[in-house]
């Protein structure tokens, strides 16, 4: 195997913020969950830094906020600093400080970053994006398409560097009218990407080939909305079930999962910033 993508997501659900369309909003893990969580990622690194077949990167996509969590920060930057490591990134709404990413290898560090307006006063988030950009670190900057998130959405993009690329994820469950989508499209170029599900049933898709997804436990899938198991990263069961295959599932709606339709044309859109969701040029 030249490389393997591995998108990891542990059992920690917990975020510090309460976003009214977030099922994690304001949830709290137990000590005992957060004593898993933070096992469950110290195996999975270790298991990346020994990782000799190839390549890797890692995307780190929590349903809680994990910057705000030591275990995840040491993460980061320890699989930053290793040599077959391509790229390590993580979504997360930059609650935590910064000061932390001075540790880590800017050219492999990533950070796939949410604004979320009523979360977080506007001046305090622009000033965090403000010390990655002086720590040299690479990050998008996003935001739900919600009907009262344009305006803060305008406003961040003014405020932004101009090189620093602002998505826009379609809402859940939202149909947008043409003209509510040119809107979207002017912050987002790439915005009609996200607008509607992509039919994804029988069509080629790098999951299960080259991207896998890994829970706490480490049971591999082919990605995270398929659920029958290819085998478990530790006992190394997986690997004989790594092969292209078409998607088994009639749509796709997620980023982190379309990105990867090879019948799309994201990988030459983001080249190596697939993980960060960074266009090729940004």
Not at 262 to 271: A, K, Q, W
Request: with cysteine; net charge negative; charged share 25%.
């Amino acid at each position: 195997m030249n490389h393997l993508t591995v998108l990891y997501r542990g059992p920690l659900a917990s975020c510090d913020y309460d976003c009214p369309y977030c099922p994690f909003a304001k949830r709290r893990d137990s000590p005992e969950q957060l004593r898993a969580d933070r096992a469950a990622l110290e195996r999975f690194t270790a298991w990346a830094a020994d990782y000799r077949e190839g390549g890797l990167s890692v995307l780190f996509t929590p349903w809680g906020e994990g910057l705000v969590r030591s275990w995840y920060r040491r993460a980061m930057v320890d699989l930053s600093h290793a040599p077959h490591v391509r790229r390590v990134a993580i979504q997360t709404n930059l609650s935590c400080r910064t000061d932390w990413l001075a540790d880590a290898d800017p050219d492999t560090l990533a950070l796939w970053v949410t604004y979320h307006p009523g979360q977080v006063d506007p001046r305090r988030f622009l000033d965090r994006c403000g010390e990655l950009t002086a720590l040299g670190i690479r990050y998008s900057v996003g935001v739900v398409g919600e009907p009262d998130h344009l305006e803060p959405a305008r406003r961040l993009r003014a405020e932004l560097p101009a090189g620093t690329y602002l998505w826009i994820n379609a809402a859940d469950g939202r149909d947008y009218t043409d003209a509510e989508a040119a809107r979207w499209t002017e912050l987002d170029p790439l915005f009609h990407y996200s607008r509607h599900p992509h039919p994804s049933g029988g069509r080629a898709c790098r999951t299960g080939d080259t991207v896998v997804s890994v829970d706490g436990e480490g049971t591999v899938r082919r990605c995270h909305f398929v659920r029958p198991p290819l085998g478990n990263l530790y006992d190394g069961s997986y690997r004989a079930e790594l092969r292209p295959r078409p998607c088994p599932l009639p749509v796709c709606d997620c980023h982190i999962g379309y990105v990867h339709l090879e019948t799309l044309p994201l990988y030459d859109v983001f080249t190596d910033g697939v993980l960060e969701r960074i266009p090729h040029g940004m």
